[in-house]
């Protein structure tokens, strides 16, 4: 750790700020360009305490940058993890409110809920599906509290990894009768298609995704517990989502999900 505990707050305390508001800022590497990982993550893990002092639940857990077109996209090599907020909840055909937000993208996913604890290191596909109760469809709604979406990985880590709002799809399906490599994913916008995929997009096989998490949280001491649900990451590029755009998502076998932004 390079930064000092004051420090680590009052940078929770202003990207949180950041997000409540809907106000954008620098990234904060700019000025603490010496921060590592483990600072990185522990202003992540102060935004969360600070979340669930007031009351909120973590309604589910992310990896991010887990596609090489979301990696293009940003200029960045790893993943990266996250939470997600109960209050960012959607509901189905749900809307999503503009102006609570920066410069809201969208990104389709394949959604884990695990039946079982998963906890790393050493934690492979296999283990994943084993542990895994059913997958969905889901759009997240991501909303980088850094000027212009520009940022590194610290940066964004810190930012809760652009966290903001998700919806989830309710077909659900065992995640062993499907190849999850092949699903085919379209993201439509408007009635127009803006975005093509694969769940092999993810790494390979969107279980890495899962597994890449139960060994980071491993590391720490930590595990995903039985039920969590678990975004494992834009299959294609971002897309940006203003006032009046009606965003839905197929992906095959795993029907359609949808959202409105008001
Ligand atoms: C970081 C979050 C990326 C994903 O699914 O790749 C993410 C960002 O691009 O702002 O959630
Ligand atoms: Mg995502």
Same mark, same amino acid.
């Given at each position: 750790?390079?930064?000092?505990?004051?420090?680590?707050?009052?940078?929770?305390?202003?990207?949180?700020?950041?997000?409540?508001?809907?106000?954008?800022?620098?990234?904060?590497?700019?000025?603490?360009?010496?921060?590592?990982?483990?600072?990185?993550?522990?202003?992540?893990?102060?935004?969360?305490?600070?979340?669930?002092?007031?009351?909120?639940?973590?309604?589910?857990?992310?990896?991010?940058?887990?596609?090489?077109?979301?990696?293009?996209?940003?200029?960045?090599?790893?993943?990266?993890?996250?939470?997600?907020?109960?209050?960012?909840?959607?509901?189905?055909?749900?809307?999503?409110?503009?102006?609570?937000?920066?410069?809201?993208?969208?990104?389709?996913?394949?959604?884990?809920?695990?039946?079982?604890?998963?906890?790393?290191?050493?934690?492979?596909?296999?283990?994943?599906?084993?542990?895994?109760?059913?997958?969905?469809?889901?759009?997240?709604?991501?909303?980088?509290?850094?000027?212009?979406?520009?940022?590194?990985?610290?940066?964004?880590?810190?930012?809760?990894?652009?966290?903001?709002?998700?919806? %989830?799809? @309710?077909?659900?399906?065992?995640?062993? *009768? $499907?190849?999850?490599?092949? &699903? #085919?994913? +379209?993201?439509? !916008?408007?009635?127009?298609?803006?975005?093509?995929?694969?769940?092999?997009?993810?790494?390979?096989?969107?279980?890495?995704?899962?597994?890449?998490?139960?060994?980071?949280?491993?590391?720490?001491?930590?595990?995903?517990?039985?039920?969590?649900?678990?975004?494992?990451?834009?299959?294609?590029?971002? %897309?940006? @989502?203003?006032?009046?755009?009606?965003? *839905? $998502?197929?992906?095959?076998? &795993? #029907?359609? +999900?949808?959202? !409105?932004?008001?």
């Amino acid at each position: 750790m390079k930064l000092d505990q004051a420090t680590i707050a009052q940078l929770a305390e202003h990207l949180e700020n950041c997000e409540l508001k809907a106000r954008d800022t620098p990234k904060i590497t700019d000025e603490h360009s010496a921060m590592d990982w483990d600072d990185a993550y522990a202003i992540q893990d102060e935004i969360r305490r600070r979340k669930i002092a007031r009351g909120s639940r973590v309604a589910g857990l992310k990896a991010g940058l887990t596609s090489f077109a979301k990696m293009k996209q940003m200029g960045v090599g790893t993943p990266v993890f996250g939470f997600l907020p109960d209050y960012g909840a959607v509901p189905e055909g749900g809307t999503i409110t503009v102006d609570e937000l920066i410069h809201p993208r969208i990104e389709p996913e394949i959604v884990f809920v695990m039946k079982h604890a998963l906890k790393g290191p050493g934690c492979h596909i296999g283990a994943v599906l084993a542990a895994t109760d059913f997958v969905m469809p889901g759009l997240e709604v991501i909303d980088s509290r850094y000027r212009d979406f520009k940022f590194d990985l610290k940066s964004v880590i810190a930012d809760n990894t652009s966290s903001a709002r998700f919806v %989830v799809g @309710a077909r659900i399906k065992p995640a062993a *009768t $499907l190849d999850l490599r092949t &699903l #085919g994913v +379209v993201l439509e !916008k408007n009635g127009a298609i803006v975005a093509l995929g694969a769940g092999a997009a993810v790494l390979g096989h969107p279980a890495t995704a899962v597994a890449m998490l139960a060994n980071h949280l491993g590391a720490r001491g930590e595990e995903i517990p039985a039920g969590a649900m678990i975004f494992s990451g834009g299959i294609t590029e971002a %897309v940006a @989502a203003g006032r009046g755009d009606n965003i *839905t $998502l197929r992906i095959h076998e &795993l #029907g359609s +999900v949808a959202c !409105k932004f008001v």
